[in-house]
């Protein structure tokens, strides 16, 4: 499966995105989904994911302020992403996996990733 992430631009602090992560080859409804994020000089690092069935889970910095959600319709996922802050400045990237219907916060779990798409919040 090829995905292909998309969305990201320069925000103001206190404003919204929505990134959108499209795959192509297979259709994603089987498959567990991820987004992660990696800042200037700083590790990647798990921000939310989703289950086939659904479920969600996020990361503690951005609960409350990110939603993830996928269409299964038009094989894409979703990160809605309000009240951003400039620490959430990163290359986002979206990430797919097999390994059943479970949501993972590792990367080593995910064997499909997109390009990555550039978060930027202004203060």
């Known amino acids: 499966v090829q995905l292909q992430a998309s969305g990201g631009g320069l925000v103001q602090a206190g404003g919204s995105l929505r990134l959108s992560c499209a795959a192509s080859g297979r259709t994603l409804a089987n498959y567990a989904m991820g987004w992660f994020r990696q800042a200037p000089g700083k590790e990647r690092e798990f921000v939310a994911a989703i289950t086939p069935s659904a479920s969600t889970y996020y990361v503690d910095s951005v609960k409350g302020r990110f939603t993830i959600s996928r269409d299964n319709a038009k094989n894409t996922m979703y990160l809605q992403m309000n009240s951003l802050k400039p620490e959430d400045t990163a290359v986002y990237y979206c990430?797919?996996?097999?390994?059943?219907?479970?949501?993972?916060?590792?990367?080593?779990?995910?064997?499909?990733w997109g390009q990555g798409t550039q978060v930027t919040v202004s203060s």
């Open positions: 990430a797919a996996s097999i390994s059943g219907n479970y949501y993972y916060t590792e990367e080593v779990v995910y064997g499909y």
